[in-house]
């Protein structure tokens, strides 16, 4: 599958951006679908995830209770809405996805094959 990703942008401390990702030419159906965000002189890491069948979700403690992960059935894309945003949110964000994903191994990025091209977000102070 190719994963499509859009939204990021420049935002203020405590701003909201919101970021998609969509896969090109199918569904993700019976896929997880998962963003990873890499910072400056960082490695990448993971941020939340979602099994497209039954919605279970998963998130970073960084981002719990400022980010949501959300399916969007109608277009077939998954989106990370992501408010009271803080410096250290900047990153380069990718969408990554892969099918039979199980939940002890959703937050590594060794368990997705399928990889977007990351979309910059930068929050300033």
């Known amino acids: 599958v190719q994963l499509q990703a859009s939204g990021g942008g420049s935002a203020q401390a405590g701003g909201s951006l919101r970021l998609s990702c969509a896969a090109s030419?199918?569904?993700?159906?019976?896929?997880?679908i998962a963003w990873f965000r890499q910072g400056p002189a960082k490695e990448r890491e993971f941020v939340a995830a979602?099994?497209?069948?039954?919605?279970?979700?998963r998130y970073a403690d960084s981002v719990k209770g400022r980010f949501t992960i959300s399916r969007d059935f109608a277009n077939s894309m998954v989106s990370l809405q992501m408010s009271s945003l803080r410096p250290e949110d900047t990153a380069i964000y990718y969408c990554?996805?892969?099918?039979?994903?199980?939940?002890?191994?959703?937050?590594?990025?060794?368990?997705?094959?399928?990889w977007g091209q990351g979309t910059l977000v930068t929050v300033s102070s």
């Open positions: 990554a996805a892969d099918r039979n994903v199980i939940l002890s191994s959703i937050t590594m990025i060794g368990s997705y094959d399928h």
């Open positions: 030419g199918r569904t993700f159906y019976g896929y997880t």
């Open positions: 979602i099994k497209w069948s039954g919605g279970t979700t």
